[in-house]
């Protein structure tokens, strides 16, 4: 089985920074890709920030410029720096793995942490 933990989330005024971390454990040999989604009440998830191996990163397009994201391999963990934070940035913020292993491949999610931003 494969777990991915969360933590990083809380209340921040706009303007402010907050940063989230998610490491996967279990039962796995790589991570092909990790990264964050989020989602609002009532509405689909949507793709904040992915990093795929190889080294190509994909934002969408309303956080390009204020999060970065990025990985530790070795600590199999993701980060996502969130800056210049807008009150549409709250939201549940969930963080997913593909991961590759001999009984467990397939896309996991964490449990979500969530992200208040304050005008």
């Known amino acids: 089985q494969v777990q991915l933990v969360e933590s990083g989330g809380g209340l921040v005024q706009a303007g402010g920074s907050l940063r989230l971390s998610c490491t996967a454990s279990?039962?796995?040999?790589?991570?092909?890709?990790m990264g964050w989604y989020r989602q609002a009440p009532g509405k689909q998830r949507e793709l904040v920030a992915t990093?795929?191996?190889?080294?190509?990163?994909i934002y969408a397009d309303s956080v390009k410029g204020r999060f970065t994201i990025s990985r530790d391999n070795a600590k199999n963990t993701v980060y996502l720096q969130m800056n210049s934070l807008k009150p549409e940035d709250t939201d549940v913020y969930y963080c997913?793995?593909?991961?590759?292993?001999?009984?467990?491949?397939?896309?996991?999610w964490g449990q979500g942490t969530q992200v208040t931003v304050s005008s």
């Open positions: 990093d795929i191996i190889g080294g190509t990163t």
């Open positions: 997913n793995a593909n991961v590759r292993s001999f009984t467990n491949s397939g896309s996991y």
């Open positions: 279990g039962n796995f040999f790589s991570i092909t890709a």
